[in-house]
């Protein structure tokens, strides 16, 4: 008798634990997001919001065929790099810990894209430059719905949906 109720309660137990962790596995991605200090977030949007700018400006010079501007501008968001900002010892360290391996990935891919919208310019091609322009900010998206679905929840209902239909 004994035995069946520890057996019964074991049941029980291994029921509960089971749905808990099913339960933690198909929340949002929210907690994905990465976790900085209020300093390095704020350089980090800081960072974010001149390579807007610049992207910004990039359409304008491909519509006008001013490839001196989308060069240099591709070259400043191909050398903004929140990990070359003047940050003291403890931020880098900080940074180096928070940042996990996917999201340094995403921003290496970022920073070739600018590398090759800036080539495309340099030798003048319309069509080519287009491309690339086109799949640089395709690398924002990509960073942004993995790493930023709290601060862009556009990303993340659409992230639901692929999951729950
Ligand atoms: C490797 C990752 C990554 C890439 C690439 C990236 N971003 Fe971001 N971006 C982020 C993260 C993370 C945040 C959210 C910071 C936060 O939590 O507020 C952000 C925030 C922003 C913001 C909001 C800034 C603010 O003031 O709050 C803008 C605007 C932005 N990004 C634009 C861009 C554009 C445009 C591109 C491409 C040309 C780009 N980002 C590429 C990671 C990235």
Same mark, same amino acid.
């Given at each position: ?10 049941? #029980?137990?291994? %029921? #509960? ?88 990935? %995403? ?39 993995? #790493? ?18």
């Amino acid at each position: 008798m004994k035995i069946r109720i520890m057996t019964i309660i074991g049941v #029980f137990a291994c %029921l #509960f634990i089971c749905s808990a962790s099913i339960r933690a596995d198909g929340d949002p991605p929210a907690g994905q997001d990465i976790q900085l200090s209020p300093e390095l977030l704020d350089l980090l949007r800081a960072e974010m919001r001149e390579i807007s700018t610049g992207i910004q400006g990039i359409a304008v010079s491909l519509a006008t065929a001013d490839w001196g501007s989308v060069k240099q501008t591709s070259a400043k968001i191909s050398a903004s790099y929140i990990m070359k900002q003047s940050l003291t010892p403890a931020q880098a360290n900080e940074l180096k810990q928070a940042l996990p391996e996917q999201f340094k990935l %995403l921003d290496a891919e970022f920073h070739r894209r600018a590398d090759r919208l800036g080539a495309a310019a340099e030798a003048h091609n319309a069509e080519l430059a287009a491309f690339h322009y086109s799949r640089l900010v395709e690398s924002c998206a990509h960073c942004h719905a993995r #790493f930023a679905s709290q601060r862009f929840p556009g990303f993340t209902r659409a992230h639901e949906k692929e999951h729950h239909h």
